[in-house]
């Protein structure tokens, strides 16, 4: 054999026993990298049929094993259990952030799991319009739809002690909202509006109570500025004459509905609220009015009439005495 041919066979030996010496790491090394694969598309990965475009929502006070149950459900996450532990890993378990998430695309769980320790909605902020002389139940109903996490109960327990000073107004609340956190939002926007007009409130005598209880029933009785300061001058008149208020429009506050024409049954019913049986304010609002009907309560029309009633012309029409409000209403009510 000559010199190349030896060398060759004496190089060849040595790769050969290279390749034994090393074929184990390298085995070992593929079969790891190959379960890490296997592990993460199992475990981390999006699911096959991943929810892309729905809105999932984590309510308030639910724990990581019931969050992980919930997004393995709706097969945002693989695993219940490995989801589970992620978030207590990462610590997220601690600090989930309740609301609507939108899942624009597939995310992994790690993904997933940062968006919800983060409070990553995904989400623009909810806008929402409530107008003036709508009442806490009527927000509470507006509120339960845009939030699946505030129920209407929710909202009204929160709101409930503050009717008449939640301004009317559009807001922008962010997704994870809470009852009083939108509550607190409309308080604050009260109190920024009434602000400027508490030189004028001291002026009229009355208190901020009184005014804004005056306005809450001005709001339901009158649609223009100047039917609603004729409406203010005639109520504040029949509170100084200590006549009854007689306004129709504290039924619906009472018997929470959407209209108010009482029957005669309901001119009775034993409630403080009833203007027919107790002279003097209500003991409390009956809507949130807007600041058009709260200027008019700080600010009433010059007047002597003691009554007013709207005609099917659509117009308002005064009266001085009763024996005027009855002609009133054979001219413009039949």
Known sequence: MGYFSRLFAAARSALCAHAIRYRAPWTLVLIVAALLMIGYWLLVSPPLRYPTGDLIVIARGDSAVQVADELAQERVVRSAVAFKYLLRLTGVSAHIHPGSYRLTKPENAFTIASRIGAGAFGIPPTRLTFAEGETVRDMAAKISTAFPT?????????????????????????????????????????????????????????????????????????????????????????????????????????????????????????????????????????????????????????????????????????????????????????
């Open 150 to 334: 505030i129920t209407e109960s929710d909202f009204i327990t929160a709101a409930g002690p503050y009717e008449g000073y939640l301004f009317p107004d559009t807001y922008l609340f962010p997704p994870d909202a809470t009852a009083d956190s939108i509550v607190q939002a409309m308080r604050d926007n009260f109190e920024a509006k009434i602000t400027p007009l508490m030189p004028a409130i001291s002026a009229s005598g009355h208190t901020l109570s009184d005014i804004i209880i005056m306005a809450s029933l001005i709001e339901k009785e009158a649609r223009t500025s100047d039917s609603r300061r004729m409406v203010s001058g005639i109520l504040w008149n029949r509170i100084k004459d200590g006549m009854p208020l007689q306004v129709d429009a504290v039924f619906g506050y009472i018997f929470h509905r959407s209209t108010y024409a009482p029957s005669f049954a309901d001119l009775s019913v034993a409630s403080p609220y009833n203007t027919y049986l107790h002279t003097g304010l209500p003991p409390g609002p009956i809507d949130n009015p807007g600041l058009d009907s709260i200027t008019a309560a700080i600010e009433p029309a010059q007047t002597d009439d003691l009554y007013y009633l709207t005609g099917k012309d659509g117009r308002m029409h005064y009266a001085r005495t009763y024996a005027e409000q009855l002609a009133n209403q054979r001219l413009y009510l039949r």
